[in-house]
């Protein structure tokens, strides 16, 4: 596919992702890359940096993660937003390898060159949301529709950033991909 997207700092938070032409509804801009390890692998840490609600974990399935900290490309750098423009589609391998699985980020909508491209990370976390995890995710997307946070409602099941628990205790979190 051609090269629709370029990197640069972001308003909303660090880097970002941006349209450098038009992308149609539908349309697949990227592939989200990187090494596949396993949760337990994940959880372990020296996956990145904490502290500023950035990670480059984004759960693929129930047996592994994807670690764009390793083989990434720019799409780890695409924020959260409460009103995405973009929406992570996984795409199942038809084998029994579910390393193979892969997710793509798609246009839910047209966007405009110049664009910030954006998808809801949907982080649950199984522990309360206190004001510390708040903080941590706090969401700056600037959406009419922005809760404030990048942590869904509990219910909420279908997420897909990795977050990584275990790490958040020695120091704090990342920007997550999501996971619960
Ligand atoms: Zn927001």
């Known amino acids: 596919m051609p090269r ?3 990197a640069r700092r972001s308003a909303i938070h660090g ?3 941006f349209a450098v032409a038009p992308i149609a509804k539908g349309e697949r801009v990227i ?6 390890r ?22 693929l399935n129930d047996e592994y993660v994807i670690d764009a900290n390793y083989e990434g490309n720019t799409a780890r750098w695409i924020n959260h937003s409460c009103s995405p423009s973009c929406e992570a ?3 199942e391998d038809d084998g029994d390898d579910r390393r ?16 910030e491209l954006s998808y809801n ?4 976390l199984e522990e309360k949301h206190t004001k510390e995890l708040k903080k941590i995710w706090e969401c700056r997307c600037g959406s009419p529709d922005c809760t404030g946070t990048m942590l869904q409602p509990k219910k909420d099941k279908k997420s897909k950033k990795k977050d990584k628990k275990k790490d958040k205790k020695k120091k704090k979190d990342k920007k997550g991909k999501k996971k619960d």
């Open 4 to 6: 629709k997207i370029a």
């Open 31 to 36: 592939e989200y890359k990187g090494r596949r």
């Open 121 to 124: 990370y949907g982080i649950t």
């Open 15 to 17: 880097n970002g992702v």
């Open 38 to 59: 396993s949760h337990e692998e994940a959880d372990a840490g020296d996956t990145g940096d904490a502290d500023s609600g950035h990670t480059f974990l984004f759960t």
């Open 100 to 115: 193979l699985d892969k997710v793509f980020i798609e246009a839910i909508r047209e966007i405009a060159p110049g664009e």
């Open 89 to 91: 589609v996984l795409e």
